[in-house]
Nanobody, 123 residues
Framework: VQLQAFGGGLVQTGGCLRL?????????????MGWLRQAPGNGREFVAT????????HYTDPVKGRFTISRDNAENTVYLQMNNLKPEDTAIFYC?????????????????WGQGTVVTVSS
């Protein structure tokens, strides 16, 4: 399976972005999907996940209430809507997939990765 993330960019504090992750090679509905990010000088950290069934989502505390993960299996695409962005959200954002994944919150849970898209939030 191949993943391609896009939608990053430069926004001001309080702005919004929607990241997309296009999945090809296998039907999306068989994968739990996640977004993880890596800020400069830091390791790759969990941001959000959505179960293969779409019935469960989970977020890291700093983004709760601001970010929303969703999936469109018909379009083979996963989204991350990011609202009220803060400078500390600046990072490379990666989408990732785990076969039949349900609540994958560790980078080690994921089997497939996209190339990353850069999000920069200016103060």
């Amino acid at each position: 399976v191949q993943l391609q993330a896009f939608g990053g960019g430069l926004v001001q504090t309080g702005g919004c972005l929607r990241l997309s992750c296009a999945v090809s090679g296998r039907a999306l509905h068989t994968y739990g999907m996640g977004w993880l990010r890596q800020a400069p000088g830091n390791g790759r950290e969990f941001v959000a996940t959505i179960a293969w069934s779409g019935t469960y989502t989970h977020y890291t505390d700093p983004v709760k209430g601001r970010f929303t993960i969703s999936r469109d299996n018909a379009e083979n695409t996963v989204y991350l809507q990011m609202n009220n962005l803060k400078p500390e959200d600046t990072a490379i954002f990666y989408c990732a997939a785990q076969l039949w994944g349900y609540a994958a919150t560790s980078r080690d849970d994921y089997e497939y990765w996209g190339q990353g898209t850069v999000v920069t939030v200016s103060s």
